[in-house]
């Protein structure tokens, strides 16, 4: 029982938080997000920043020695009623074409749940700079008729 409990404590402590929602319209469609990164083996080794409270965020810069891999965790919230999210995320500080790097979303969440998730992984740039997660997303509402634009620019510091 004690090794359990032990489990449960460290596995709880070790998880990532999910980012809730700070000042908004109770009720709205809302994404956030938190970044990590690592390597191959853990790109969620290290936690890099989150969307509430948001925090800045800095990643370390591939290198031909050692790729830098990067987990983004998308979390969508519901809005009380079946929520569906549609368009289109870019993570711009992943390695490759502005293609390669962006994320169709289509995803919904039900009426039952109050979040759904979403992760995607990639190599980050060995590139220094800056470069946005561009949100371009329609979350519509089942029943409601609410249709609610979704537009964000999350800098990124590649150094």
């Given amino acids: 029982m004690l090794v359990a409990m032990a489990a449960a ?8 938080r999910v980012p809730q929602p700070a000042g908004g319209v109770p009720g709205a469609p809302y994404v ?6 690592g390597d191959r083996d853990n790109p969620d080794q290290e936690f890099v920043c989150q969307s509430d ?8 810069a591939s290198r031909p020695d050692a790729q830098v ?3 983004v965790h998308f979390y969508y919230h519901s809005a009380g ?3 569906k999210y549609t368009g289109s995320i870019d993570v711009g500080f992943f390695q490759g074409s502005p293609e390669s ?17 979403h992760s995607v992984t990639g190599i980050v740039t060995a590139m220094p700079g800056s470069y946005p997660v561009t949100f371009a ?23």
């Fill in 9 to 16: 404590v460290l596995t709880s402590t070790c998880a990532t």
């Fill in 69 to 71: 891999f990067s987990d």
């Fill in 53 to 60: 409270p948001r925090t800045d965020c800095v990643v370390p």
């Fill in 81 to 83: 009623a079946e929520t």
């Fill in 101 to 117: 790097r962006k994320i169709q979303a289509n995803t919904t969440v039900p009426k039952t749940e109050s979040i759904t998730n």
């Fill in 32 to 37: 956030s997000w938190v970044i990590m990164s």
């Fill in 137 to 159: 997303l329609v979350a519509n509402v089942a029943g409601t008729g609410q249709s609610q634009t979704i537009r964000e620019q999350v800098p990124v510091a590649v150094r």
